[in-house]
Protein backbone atom coordinates (compact mmCIF):
# COMPACT_ATOMS: atom_id res chain seq x y z
CA UNK A 1 0.00 0.00 0.00
CA UNK A 2 1.27 3.82 -1.27
CA UNK A 3 1.69 5.77 2.25
CA UNK A 4 3.58 8.17 4.04
CA UNK A 5 4.17 7.25 7.75
CA UNK A 6 4.84 9.25 10.73
CA UNK A 7 6.60 8.17 13.86
CA UNK A 8 5.60 8.83 16.95
CA UNK A 9 2.15 9.95 16.03
CA UNK A 10 1.60 11.66 19.62
CA UNK A 11 4.29 12.85 21.92
CA UNK A 12 4.91 15.06 25.06
CA UNK A 13 7.99 16.45 25.92
CA UNK A 14 9.68 19.60 27.39
CA UNK A 15 11.70 22.34 26.66
CA UNK A 16 15.04 21.50 25.71
CA UNK A 17 15.47 17.70 24.88
CA UNK A 18 16.15 17.32 20.99
CA UNK A 19 13.68 14.93 19.36
CA UNK A 20 13.12 13.72 16.11
CA UNK A 21 9.90 13.22 14.06
CA UNK A 22 10.88 10.19 11.68
CA UNK A 23 9.19 10.61 8.01
CA UNK A 24 9.16 7.54 5.45
CA UNK A 25 7.29 6.99 2.06
CA UNK A 26 7.17 4.22 -0.21
CA UNK A 27 6.34 5.74 -3.46
CA UNK A 28 9.79 6.70 -4.76
CA UNK A 29 8.85 10.52 -4.57
CA UNK A 30 11.47 12.92 -4.97
CA UNK A 31 9.80 15.64 -3.14
CA UNK A 32 9.17 15.53 0.59
CA UNK A 33 7.63 18.33 3.33
CA UNK A 34 7.25 18.83 6.72
CA UNK A 35 4.61 21.36 7.57
CA UNK A 36 3.09 22.32 10.89
CA UNK A 37 -0.93 23.38 11.39
CA UNK A 38 -2.04 25.71 13.92
CA UNK A 39 -5.68 26.75 14.35
CA UNK A 40 -6.42 29.64 12.25
CA UNK A 41 -3.39 29.55 10.42
CA UNK A 42 -3.38 26.78 8.38
CA UNK A 43 -0.55 24.64 7.26
CA UNK A 44 2.95 26.34 7.27
CA UNK A 45 5.76 24.61 5.33
CA UNK A 46 8.68 24.32 7.64
CA UNK A 47 11.47 22.64 5.02
CA UNK A 48 11.21 20.98 1.62
CA UNK A 49 13.50 18.53 -0.03
CA UNK A 50 13.55 18.22 -3.81
CA UNK A 51 15.81 14.88 -3.97
CA UNK A 52 18.41 13.18 -1.52
CA UNK A 53 21.03 15.88 -0.30
CA UNK A 54 18.78 18.72 -1.20
CA UNK A 55 17.00 20.76 1.35
CA UNK A 56 15.32 24.52 1.86
CA UNK A 57 13.61 26.08 4.08
CA UNK A 58 9.90 26.81 3.99
CA UNK A 59 7.98 29.34 5.84
CA UNK A 60 8.41 29.05 9.12
CA UNK A 61 12.37 27.19 9.49
CA UNK A 62 12.84 28.17 12.78
CA UNK A 63 13.79 25.90 15.77
CA UNK A 64 13.66 22.96 12.48
CA UNK A 65 16.14 20.78 11.03
CA UNK A 66 15.81 18.28 8.30
CA UNK A 67 18.35 15.90 6.42
CA UNK A 68 17.63 13.50 3.23
CA UNK A 69 20.21 11.12 3.03
CA UNK A 70 18.16 8.02 1.53
CA UNK A 71 15.12 8.84 -1.03
CA UNK A 72 12.58 7.32 1.08
CA UNK A 73 13.09 9.29 4.66
CA UNK A 74 12.89 12.33 5.30
CA UNK A 75 13.37 13.33 9.49
CA UNK A 76 12.71 16.27 11.38
CA UNK A 77 14.83 17.28 14.10
CA UNK A 78 13.63 19.57 17.13
CA UNK A 79 17.20 20.15 18.48
CA UNK A 80 16.08 22.45 21.77
CA UNK A 81 12.19 22.48 21.26
CA UNK A 82 10.25 25.13 22.68
CA UNK A 83 6.37 25.40 23.55
CA UNK A 84 5.94 27.90 20.62
CA UNK A 85 6.76 24.59 18.89
CA UNK A 86 3.38 22.81 20.04
CA UNK A 87 1.58 21.97 16.99
CA UNK A 88 0.25 19.50 14.60
CA UNK A 89 2.94 18.40 12.32
CA UNK A 90 2.04 16.33 8.81
CA UNK A 91 5.05 14.86 6.43
CA UNK A 92 4.09 14.85 3.05
CA UNK A 93 5.31 13.30 -0.25
CA UNK A 94 4.78 14.20 -4.09
CA UNK A 95 5.93 13.11 -7.25
CA UNK A 96 6.98 16.00 -9.11
CA UNK A 97 7.19 14.40 -12.33
CA UNK A 98 3.87 13.07 -12.40
CA UNK A 99 0.55 14.70 -11.04
CA UNK A 100 0.11 17.01 -8.54
CA UNK A 101 -1.11 14.99 -5.48
CA UNK A 102 0.53 15.72 -2.39
CA UNK A 103 0.35 12.70 -0.05
CA UNK A 104 0.57 13.21 3.70
CA UNK A 105 1.18 11.21 6.54
CA UNK A 106 -1.48 10.95 9.40
CA UNK A 107 0.51 13.50 11.67
CA UNK A 108 2.46 14.08 15.12
CA UNK A 109 0.86 15.75 17.27
CA UNK A 110 3.77 17.34 19.55
CA UNK A 111 3.27 18.87 22.92
CA UNK A 112 6.45 20.62 24.47
CA UNK A 113 5.91 21.57 28.32
CA UNK B 1 -2.93 39.87 2.40
CA UNK B 2 -2.32 36.42 2.71
CA UNK B 3 -1.45 34.89 -0.47
CA UNK B 4 -4.52 32.36 0.09
CA UNK B 5 -7.19 33.41 1.81
CA UNK B 6 -10.90 31.49 2.69
CA UNK B 7 -13.62 32.07 4.85
CA UNK B 8 -12.95 29.78 8.17
CA UNK B 9 -16.66 29.44 8.90
CA UNK B 10 -17.91 27.23 10.20
CA UNK B 11 -20.72 26.51 7.75
CA UNK B 12 -23.33 24.86 9.07
CA UNK B 13 -25.66 23.34 6.74
CA UNK B 14 -28.84 21.11 6.66
CA UNK B 15 -28.27 18.15 5.41
CA UNK B 16 -29.28 17.98 1.66
CA UNK B 17 -28.55 21.54 1.22
CA UNK B 18 -26.27 22.95 -1.43
CA UNK B 19 -23.46 24.65 0.00
CA UNK B 20 -20.61 26.65 -1.75
CA UNK B 21 -17.49 28.60 -1.03
CA UNK B 22 -14.96 30.33 -2.09
CA UNK B 23 -10.86 30.83 -2.27
CA UNK B 24 -9.18 34.20 -3.40
CA UNK B 25 -5.72 33.87 -4.30
CA UNK B 26 -3.27 36.29 -4.67
CA UNK B 27 -0.63 35.71 -7.41
CA UNK B 28 -1.93 35.96 -10.50
CA UNK B 29 0.86 33.95 -12.26
CA UNK B 30 -0.70 30.53 -10.32
CA UNK B 31 -0.95 27.79 -11.95
CA UNK B 32 -2.64 25.11 -10.54
CA UNK B 33 -5.47 24.56 -8.34
CA UNK B 34 -6.71 22.30 -6.23
CA UNK B 35 -9.22 21.02 -3.03
CA UNK B 36 -8.25 19.40 -0.31
CA UNK B 37 -10.76 17.52 2.38
CA UNK B 38 -9.45 17.02 6.09
CA UNK B 39 -11.61 15.22 8.61
CA UNK B 40 -11.03 16.50 11.73
CA UNK B 41 -7.15 14.71 13.05
CA UNK B 42 -6.33 13.20 9.84
CA UNK B 43 -4.58 14.32 7.19
CA UNK B 44 -5.22 16.35 4.22
CA UNK B 45 -6.33 14.53 1.09
CA UNK B 46 -7.29 15.45 -2.24
CA UNK B 47 -10.30 16.10 -3.21
CA UNK B 48 -10.36 17.42 -6.46
CA UNK B 49 -8.06 19.76 -9.27
CA UNK B 50 -9.38 22.59 -10.17
CA UNK B 51 -9.59 23.01 -14.13
CA UNK B 52 -9.93 26.22 -16.17
CA UNK B 53 -13.06 25.06 -17.76
CA UNK B 54 -14.39 24.04 -14.32
CA UNK B 55 -14.74 20.30 -13.72
CA UNK B 56 -17.26 18.21 -12.06
CA UNK B 57 -17.03 15.08 -9.81
CA UNK B 58 -20.02 13.49 -8.71
CA UNK B 59 -21.75 16.18 -6.46
CA UNK B 60 -18.66 17.99 -6.19
CA UNK B 61 -18.12 21.17 -8.89
CA UNK B 62 -14.88 23.49 -9.02
CA UNK B 63 -14.34 26.62 -10.31
CA UNK B 64 -11.88 29.14 -11.55
CA UNK B 65 -12.03 32.24 -12.13
CA UNK B 66 -8.60 33.88 -13.52
CA UNK B 67 -10.05 37.75 -13.63
CA UNK B 68 -11.25 37.73 -10.19
CA UNK B 69 -8.41 34.95 -8.92
CA UNK B 70 -10.61 33.26 -6.68
CA UNK B 71 -12.13 29.61 -6.92
CA UNK B 72 -15.14 27.90 -5.77
CA UNK B 73 -16.09 24.84 -4.59
CA UNK B 74 -19.92 23.50 -4.51
CA UNK B 75 -21.28 20.39 -2.54
CA UNK B 76 -24.98 19.63 -4.02
CA UNK B 77 -27.52 16.92 -2.07
CA UNK B 78 -24.63 17.24 1.34
CA UNK B 79 -24.33 14.38 3.42
CA UNK B 80 -23.96 13.51 7.26
CA UNK B 81 -20.12 12.44 5.54
CA UNK B 82 -19.56 15.87 3.89
CA UNK B 83 -18.47 17.21 7.04
CA UNK B 84 -15.21 18.13 7.26
CA UNK B 85 -12.64 21.11 7.04
CA UNK B 86 -12.35 21.84 3.15
CA UNK B 87 -8.68 23.46 1.96
CA UNK B 88 -7.56 25.77 -1.11
CA UNK B 89 -4.55 25.17 -2.69
CA UNK B 90 -2.67 26.85 -4.89
CA UNK B 91 0.33 26.43 -7.05
CA UNK B 92 2.71 29.08 -7.44
CA UNK B 93 4.70 29.76 -10.52
CA UNK B 94 7.71 27.05 -9.62
CA UNK B 95 6.64 22.96 -10.00
CA UNK B 96 7.05 22.69 -6.23
CA UNK B 97 5.69 25.15 -4.25
CA UNK B 98 2.12 24.79 -2.85
CA UNK B 99 0.11 27.61 -0.92
CA UNK B 100 -2.09 26.59 1.10
CA UNK B 101 -5.52 28.12 3.12
CA UNK B 102 -6.33 28.32 6.14
CA UNK B 103 -9.18 26.27 5.56
CA UNK B 104 -13.29 26.23 5.53
CA UNK B 105 -15.05 24.43 8.12
CA UNK B 106 -18.45 22.54 6.96
CA UNK B 107 -20.89 21.09 9.36
CA UNK B 108 -23.49 19.44 7.80
CA UNK B 109 -26.89 18.71 10.74
CA UNK B 110 -29.40 16.09 9.99
Known amino acids: EAQVTQNPRYLITVTGKKLTVTCSQN?????MSWYRQDPGLGLRQIYY???????DKGDVPEGYKVSRKEKRNFPLILESPSPNQTSLYFC????????????FGPGTRLTVL | RKEVEQDPGPFNVPEGATVAFNCTYS??????FFWYRQDCRKEPKLLMS?????NEDGRFTAQLNRASQYISLLIRDSKLSDSATYLC???????????WGAGTKLIIKP
Open chain 1, 92 to 103: ASRDLAGGNEQF
Open chain 1, 27 to 31: MNHEY
Open chain 1, 49 to 55: SMNVEVT
Open chain 2, 27 to 32: NSASQS
Open chain 2, 50 to 54: VYSSG
Open chain 2, 89 to 99: VVKGDSNYQLI
